[in-house]
Every structure is written in structure tokens, then in C-alpha cells.
């Protein structure tokens, strides 16, 4: 089984030096593009190779790379999303610490393909032992000539800073990742127009996931053809998938694109902790729909998920077991998302303090029924379009599945004005 | 034009603007608080929301928020459909989650957006029952009163503040519910153009503290259009008086003058009007006495002695013209020197006679270069200089237009032009509020600047005659903007 975003992380899981990446094959993609393709073409084997977006909405790069004019104004902007801040997600993570390299190449082949003049690595300020090692490998890639003016000769020029945010989780969201770069406030921007046409400082600019960067020079070095094959379903590649909850051995893989939950949870994870069962999961962290046991045998691909009415997303799995009040569950990520909107839009501004407020009451035995017609409302109005963005939507996903799901449990809470699963109730909101 | 079909049926309608706008034009009630036809739109509210459908077959629909989207030829719409009206109650419920019940005493009433709105969209029960987000409120200067729990994030008051009026001390803090519009510290707020806050922000967040100090509800007052004294602009206004004291002033929209703004002198400088040292009643060398003896007074007075009258440029025409006209013509005069009244009348020729007739503020604001001659407008016509500053983003607001991003999509627009200004040259004798938007500054005195200003005129026409010490070298690149030229002085 080929692991190429992983194969090669060292054993005490420190980063690659330059020379270590080198003599594993690093940067002759690059040699290869600069050699003897064209932009176009680099763009062209993107899409021919079906890789799909890994920060979460699996939207086809290539594509997305194709929208950017060729013919606009300089500067161009290509942007790695490093803000990884889902609840239950860290596989970026473990490629940031592990092959920084890895990621500089792939922008470095994605701001050619685009015809970039600046890129910007935005990263988490959590994730400083990745910033360090990005620091340093930066000034390996420098010096090296792979950064900075006429790179290996061929006369593409390409500079790449590292910008840290400071803890907002809307930075993830693409518009305000690139108004939290120009120094604004972290709000989302309104599409269309859209970032391939006004991106940062109103230049065109692309904006991909880690991981997303991360495959592209083994695209490049391998072809599209091999890429699709090393998937088991129609979406291409291999994922960094991972496992958190109460499983026996939590952690990630990388794995082909589309085993199942199954598989994920009880040969990788090891199955559940003795004396749990398995009761649910959010496959791709915290703002995917739960899965539950019927859905096992579903392969973790963003189609077959969609299909299964949720969302890849990230497919790092937070897993429930049936010993978790899932109420608790959901309060909790509900109190984060309260926490993190932007404010700018009406509905999730107002109506997830008031989400939050409610499982709040009904986890500390205060619930009434009309509090569920309550919920539902906001899982019904919080939708796509409704919002200014895609947080507050988001956000309703692990309600909404859990009131389909686990709806004995809420009205047991409410029914029986107490908490069966005699956790300690943390009153979150105020 | 194009073809627009509301709840099935068709309108004309003009192009390039937002549904929104539109709709609002052609008379329906579609709620709305974050648009305003100054400060465009900006999608916050969620409150504007209709139904757009995909065909004639299409019955579901989805929902869109029409301020954010563009006219289109042959676009069906419902503003009637059940679902946007019951999203657009709910909008009002979620903002009255946290709104506090201040109806009663809160300045607002009976003039507030929102509960217009609120009414319009039919909410009235409340199914939340938890504890409101409170705030804390500034001190904001003598004029603006602060009362933040009344906020319903609609951002206007920044987007006007900042954006359009280059303020600099008003600013959006914190995030989610916690949003907070104020100052960084307690202060008096320090743009000239603050007050238009009571007017653009839809609650009572930001009300006229002049008002409070004779507070009367909006029903009470009895209005009148005026126009506003302080300056030779002539903005509109409308006054509100009661019980026969002058109590508010407010804007009275004039698309070619002031458009929907005042300044705060001729907002809150109304006061002098209710002085109490003013004459209220006839008097005799101080001394109160009725209409009638006073008629007969100084019918005895010009019968039998030669009086002459002395106007003044600071009364109105309509005293100066009616004490000529007691005293007879001959013996009035104006009240200024001669040399003045010649300035005057001369001023008066050349804005009659002379080749370029005198700018319109709304021709200032749309105007792809200024030059500002020996004038700091900020102090002298402060609404032109609000007027300018508007006018610095016409030429770069020319590449917007070309790919296609309609100009009231504002943060779009904004983004895209990022700092880039239109030409704006100022020759001033010392610094002036604008001169940080200026392609260029001259600073000289009032014979230099009169100096520059017969150069210029000799570079428009060569056949005037020469002035010396000026030069004016061609091709100031910026951004792909070509300025043919700038002032090299000596």
C-alpha cells in the first residue's frame, strides 16, 4: 500500500531537513516543471488527477486553479490554509511537523501553475513546533535557490512567507483567512466576486488545504493515472485519515480514499474501549452530520459520504460511544461554535448563543419539549444561503443528526428532568 | 431596462442595481437594515430575504438576500412567499433576542427603523428565555449619546463613520454576540460629520444628545423643510419645533446637495435659535412694549427726521430687504465695505456670466479630479469637503466597473480599489483635514496660491499671459492611472 504523503516521516517524527527530503526524491518535481512544462499543463494534470480539496469542501484544485486569469494585474496570491482549527482534526498537523518540505514544494508547483508572485503559509499559532520547523525549512529552500528570484534558472520568481493567526477558528474560513492576512478583521467576505478574481488585497489568489498541497508533487512526479489508482472509489489519491474518541488506539493513517468507517474504526482504531459500543461518529469532525451504526459499511470518499447524508470533510472521525451523554456531546460543540462566529450575520450570531443556551438547559435537567421544536427550527433556518457563510450551517450539522439519531436521549433528559449518564454538568452558558 | 416578474407579475425596471433597491423603489414593504443607499450593501443582516426561482416551473425557490443580488433580465422573484416572510420574522426574533425592552423610554421610539421593521414583518411574541448580552456605554462628546444593548450589528455605523466619512476614532470591536461599536476609549468623538450616527444607525444606539435635552417624541413634533444657515452650501434640513422651541434638526434628503447627510454644525448648531437674550418682544431702549406703540414710535421717528438704515450681512435678505425698503434706497447700506460689496458682486458676474458654471456638491462627489484653490473646506464648507472625499475613488472605482462588480456591493468595491485615490491637488495656506487624501499639497501664501492659480489657467489656455515660478512636468504614473501633470513650485 503507497503511503507518498507519509511514507517517509521519521521514526522520532522530527521534520525532514532539506537534504533528508532531497535524498527521498524532494523538489524533483519541481526540477521536472520548471524543466519543461507550462503552466497550463501543470493545471491540466491537476485536473486530470481528480485530486479534490482535502481542507473539507473536496471541491475539484485543478478546477478551482483553472478560474484564475491568466492575463490579470500582478501580484498573485497562492495561499496554504494551515489554520486547521476543526474540532477533532490534526492531520495537517502531522504533515506540517513531519515533511514541511513536502508542503513547500507542493505550493511552490501550485503558485507556477497559477503564475503566483507571492505565497503565504497561514498557520495556526497553536501549531508552533510546526512553525518552527516551517521557519527553518523556508531557510533551507532560500538558500537553496528554491525560493526567491529566477528559481533553479528558470526565471520564475516566488516568494513564500509564514504568517501565524492568533486563535480564531473563522480564520479557516477561505475569505476570512484572507481578510485576517490583510490585517482586517476576521470576517468572511461575500462570493461573488471571488478570491481567483479579488482574493488578497483584491489580487487573484488561490487557497489550498495542506494536504491538498502536499500531493501535488507526487502528482507531478507520478501522473494523474497513478494518483486515481491509488484510491478504492472514484475520488482520487490516498487520505490522511484519523480516529479520536474513546477508541483503543486513537491517532491517524494514511490510507486509500474510501475505506470504510468499519475498517477505520475497528482494524486501525482498534475498536472501541473495553465495556463501550460504538454509538455514532462525525466523520469529518466537528461541523459533519453524525454516522451511526448502519452506516459502518459506508466508504469514507467524499461521494459515498454525502450520499450517506453527511460530510467527508476533514475525515479525521470524532467518535461517540454509548457511555457519552450525547447531549453533552453536541452542547459542547455547540458552545464552540457559539463562541467562534464572526458576528457578522444575524442568525448565527443570535440564534447559536440561544442553540447553546438551550441544550444547556436541557442537559442540566431544565428542558421543556418545545425546546426540541426549538432546535429543529434553527437547524432548519441555519441553512446554506440563509447565513452569510458556511459556519453557521456548519454548525447545525451535528445537531440536526443528533435530534434525528439520538432523540430518546434528549427527551429523556427532558422527560426526566436529569441526565442519565451522571457526567459532570459544566454550565457553559452564561 | 430589463424585465422583472414579482410574485408573477412583470415590471421594467432599470439595470445595475441590487433587487433590494428595486423592489424598494416600485413601493414594497421589504424589510431591510444593513443597506443604505449611501453605504450600499454588505449582506449582514439577513433581513432583506425573497425567493429567487429558476424558471416558471420552479416552485420551491430558494432563498436569497436581495440587497446582495443584481437585476437580471427576466428574474422571477416572490417577496409574498411563505417561507421569506417567515424567515424575515424570524430575523427579527433572533435580533430581539437580545434587544432590551426599552420601547418606553428609549429616545427612538416612534422614529426607529426597527420597530418599523419589526412591525412590517409581523414578530411579536417572544419564545426566548434566557439573559441578553448587556454592554457598557461611552461618553461620546456632548452631542452623541451611547446606549449599546440597543445594537443590532447592522454596521452602518462604521461603514458611514470610517468609510464613507474617513473618521478615524469609531471602530467595530470584539466578535459573535459580543460585538461592540465605540471608541477605544471615552472621548469626544472627533470626525465633524459624527452626527449623522443618530440618523443612519436604524436603533438607539446612537441618538441626538440635543434632542434629550428638550426630548420630544417624533409624533409631538411639528416640521417644517428648512435649509440649514451655517455655511453657503444651503443643505436641506427639517426642523422640529414644539410648544414653540426649536427641538431637532435633521436631514432633509437632496440628491444634488447634501445627498442623505449633514454636519454637525448645522445639525446641532440650532440652539442660538431658542437663546434666551433674543428679541421675543418689541422694545424701546430695553424696555418691553406692545406692537402697536411701537408702529406709531418709529412712524413718528421717519417723519420727522432722516434716517438711515444699516443692513448686515449676518441678518437675513429678507430683514436687510425690508429695512430698504422702509428707509428708502438712498439711504441704506449694506453693512460691508465697498471693496467687499465689489467682491461680492463681481463673484456674482463671473458665477453668472463666466464660461464654467459653479459645481453641484453631487457633481464634487462624482467628479474624476479635484483642485481645491486657497480653501480648507473642512472648516468653511464642510459637507463639500465630505463631498471630495468621496470624489478621490471615482477614478479608481472605473477598474471595479469593468469586471463587472456592481459598485453597491461596497466591501467588493472596497477591497478592489484597496488604497488607491483619484487626483486631488490642494493649494492651502496651512495644513488641512484633507490633505491626507491629496495627490499633492501647495502649501504658500494667499498671493502664491492666487499665482498658482493663473498658471493653471495659462496651462488650460496658453493665449493668458505667463506666470513665473510654476512648472508643471507631465506623466505621474500611479497604479495604471496616468496624472498629466503635477505642480513644481519655484
Known amino acids: 500500500m503507497e503511503r507518498p504523503l507519509t511514507e517517509h516521516m521519521r521514526p522520532d517524527k522530527l521534520p525532514l531537513s532539506l537534504k533528508e527530503y532531497e535524498s527521498v526524491g524532494g523538489y524533483q518535481a519541481l526540477r521536472k516543471v520548471l524543466k519543461g512544462m507550462t503552466p ?47 474540532p477533532g482534526t490534526f492531520k495537517d498537523r502531522i504533515l506540517l511537523e513531519s515533511t514541511p518540505h513536502q508542503l513547500i514544494e507542493g505550493m511552490i508547483l501550485s503558485a507556477f501553475a497559477i503564475q503566483a508572485d507571492i505565497s503565504y503559509i497561514y498557520l495556526r499559532w497553536a501549531y508552533k513546533v510546526a512553525g518552527e520547523a516551517i521557519i527553518k525549512a523556508l531557510a533551507e529552500a532560500y538558500e537553496a535557490g528554491y525560493l526567491g528570484k529566477n528559481i533553479l534558472g528558470s526565471g520564475y520568481d516566488l516568494e513564500m512567507y509564514l504568517h501565524t493567526g492568533v486563535g480564531r477558528y473563522m480564520c479557516g474560513e477561505e475569505t476570512a483567512l484572507l481578510n485576517s492576512l490583510e490585517g482586517k478583521r476576521a470576517t468572511p467576505r461575500a462570493k461573488p466576486p471571488f478570491p481567483q478574481i479579488s482574493g488578497l488585497f483584491g489580487k487573484p489568489t488561490i487557497v489550498n488545504n495542506v494536504e491538498t498541497l502536499c500531493c501535488i508533487p507526487h502528482i507531478v512526479n507520478k501522473g494523474a493515472t497513478w494518483f486515481q ?15 479520536s474518541g474513546k477508541v483503543k488506539k ?27 459500543k460504538f454509538r455514532g461518529a462525525l466523520p469529518g469532525g466537528a461541523s459533519t452530520d453524525f454516522l451511526v451504526e448502519q452506516h459502518l ?61 438551550i441544550l444547556d438547559a436541557i442537559d442540566r435537567g431544565k428542558g421543556r419539549m418545545e425546546d426540541l421544536k426549538l432546535l429543529e427550527f434553527h437547524t432548519k433556518y441555519l441553512g446554506p444561503g440563509n447565513t452569510f457563510c458556511a459556519f453557521a450551517p456548519g454548525a447545525m450539522e451535528p445537531l440536526q443528526s443528533a435530534l434525528k439519531y439520538f432523540r430518546e436521549d434528549f427527551e429523556k433528559h427532558i422527560t426526566e428532568k436529569a441526565c442519565a449518564y451522571k457526567h459532570e454538568v459544566l454550565s457553559t452558558a452564561g | 431596462m430589463a424585465t422583472l416578474y414579482i410574485d408573477n407579475k412583470a415590471y421594467e425596471v432599470k439595470t445595475g442595481k441590487n433587487l433590494l433597491e428595486t423592489c424598494l423603489t416600485l413601493g414594497f414593504d421589504l424589510p431591510y437594515f444593513c443597506w443604505h443607499p449611501a453605504l450600499g450593501s454588505v449582506g449582514a443582516c439577513r433581513q432583506c430575504a425573497i425567493k429567487v426561482y429558476k424558471d416558471e416551473n420552479d416552485k420551491k425557490g430558494r432563498l436569497i438576500m436581495s440587497c446582495m443580488e443584481p437585476v437580471a433580465n427576466n428574474q422571477r422573484i416572490s417577496i409574498t412567499d411563505e417561507e421569506a416572510v417567515e424567515f424575515r420574522e424570524h430575523v427579527i426574533e433572533w435580533l430581539m433576542t437580545n434587544h432590551p425592552h426599552d420601547c418606553a423610554v428609549c429616545d427612538e421610539g416612534g422614529s ?45 455605523c462604521v461603514r458611514f463613520y470610517k468609510d464613507y466619512a474617513g473618521g478615524k476614532d469609531l471602530d467595530s470591536f470584539a466578535s459573535r454576540s459580543n460585538v461592540y461599536f ?16 443618530t440618523e443612519v444607525c436604524p436603533t438607539g444606539v446612537f441618538t441626538d444628545k440635543t434632542l434629550k435635552e428638550h426630548y420630544t417624541r417624533k409624533w409631538d413634533l411639528t416640521t417644517a423643510p428648512s435649509i440649514c444657515q451655517h455655511c453657503s452650501l444651503g ?8 410648544y414653540g422651541s ?15 447627510f449633514l454636519c454637525d454644525r448645522g445639525r446641532f448648531g440650532y440652539e442660538f435659535v431658542n437663546g434666551s437674550d433674543r428679541i421675543r418682544t418689541a422694545a424701546i431702549r430695553g424696555e418691553s412694549v406692545d406692537r402697536e406703540k411701537m408702529i406709531n414710535e418709529v412712524a413718528r421717528i421717519l417723519s420727522t427726521s432722516r434716517p438711515i438704515g444699516i443692513g448686515s450681512p449676518r441678518a437675513s435678505l429678507e430683514s436687510n430687504f425690508a429695512l430698504r425698503a422702509l428707509v428708502g434706497k438712498d439711504n441704506f447700506y449694506h453693512g460691508v465695505s465697498d471693496n467687499e460689496h465689489d467682491l461680492a458682486n463681481l463673484s456674482i458676474k463671473i458665477l453668472r456670466d463666466g464660461p464654467a458654471r459653479n459645481a453641484t456638491m453631487k457633481e464634487v462627489e462624482t467628479a474624476d479630479a479635484v483642485f481645491i484653490l486657497g480653501e480648507d473646506l473642512t472648516n468653511t464648507a464642510p459637507m463639500m469637503a465630505l463631498a471630495v472625499r468621496q470624489s478621490i475613488r471615482q477614478v479608481p472605482l472605473q477598474d471595479v466597473t469593468k469586471i463587472n462588480v456592481p459598485l453597491w456591493n461596497d466591501a467588493a468595491a472596497r477591497e478592489l480599489i484597496q488604497e488607491d485615490k483619484g487626483p486631488l491637488f490642494i493649494a492651502a495656506f496651512q495644513e488641512t483635514k484633507l490633505d491626507e487624501l491629496a495627490t499633492q499639497t501647495f502649501r504658500g501664501s494667499p498671493d502664491e496660491i492666487a499665482r498658482l492659480g493663473f498658471a493653471v489657467a495659462q496651462l488650460i489656455d496658453n493665449s493668458l499671459p505667463e506666470v513665473s515660478g510654476f512648472s508643471f512636468p507631465a506623466g505621474n504614473e500611479n497604479n495604471g492611472h496616468a496624472y498629466s501633470h503635477r505642480i513644481v513650485a519655484g
Request: aromatic content about 8%; charged content about 25%.
Open chain 1, 40 to 86: 497550463k499543463a501543470v493545471t491540466d494534470l491537476v485536473k486530470e488527477s481528480n485530486l479534490r480539496g482535502r481542507g473539507g469542501a473536496g471541491f475539484s484544485t485543478g478546477m478551482k486553479w483553472s478560474f484564475v486569469p491568466m492575463d490579470a494585474p500582478k501580484p498573485k496570491y497562492l495561499i496554504c490554509n494551515a489554520d486547521e482549527m476543526e
Open chain 1, 229 to 243: 489508482q491509488l484510491s478504492k472509489t472514484g475520488d482520487a489519491g490516498t487520505k490522511l485519515y484519523g480516529v
Open chain 1, 250 to 276: 486513537p491517532g491517524a493513517w494514511e490510507l486509500p480514499m474510501g475505506v470504510t468507517m468499519r475498517e477505520l474504526i475497528e482494524e486501525h482504531a482498534g475498536g472501541m474501549q473495553d465495556g463501550l
Open chain 1, 297 to 357: 459499511d459506508v466508504k469514507m470518499d467524499y461521494t459515498s459520504v454525502a450520499a450517506a447524508g453527511s460530510r467527508l470533510g476533514t475525515g479525521t472521525l470524532v467518535v461517540l460511544d454509548d457511555k457519552t451523554c450525547p447531549v453533552g456531546f453536541v452542547k459542547n460543540l455547540e458552545h464552540f461554535f457559539a463562541q467562534e462566529s464572526c458576528g457578522f450575520c444575524t442568525p448565527c450570531r443570535e440564534g447559536l448563543p440561544w442553540v447553546e443556551k
Open chain 2, 112 to 156: 426607529c427603523h426597527l420597530q418599523d421593521m419589526t412591525v412590517m414583518t409581523g414578530h411579536a411574541y417572544r419564545r426566548f428565555n434566557f439573559k441578553k448580552r448587556t454592554h457598557r456605554n461611552q461618553y461620546l462628546g456632548p452631542f452623541i449619546n451611547h446606549e449599546m444593548n440597543r445594537c443590532i450589528q447592522c454596521y452602518r
Open chain 2, 182 to 197: 465605540g471608541r477605544h476609549q471615552d472621548g469626544v468623538l472627533e470626525s465633524e460629520f459624527s452626527g449623522n450616527l
Open chain 2, 235 to 242: 443643505c436641506n434640513t427639517i426642523a422640529g419645533e414644539r
Open chain 2, 246 to 260: 426649536l427641538r431637532l434638526i435633521t436631514t432633509r434628503y437632496n440628491g444634488e446637495v447634501n445627498g442623505y
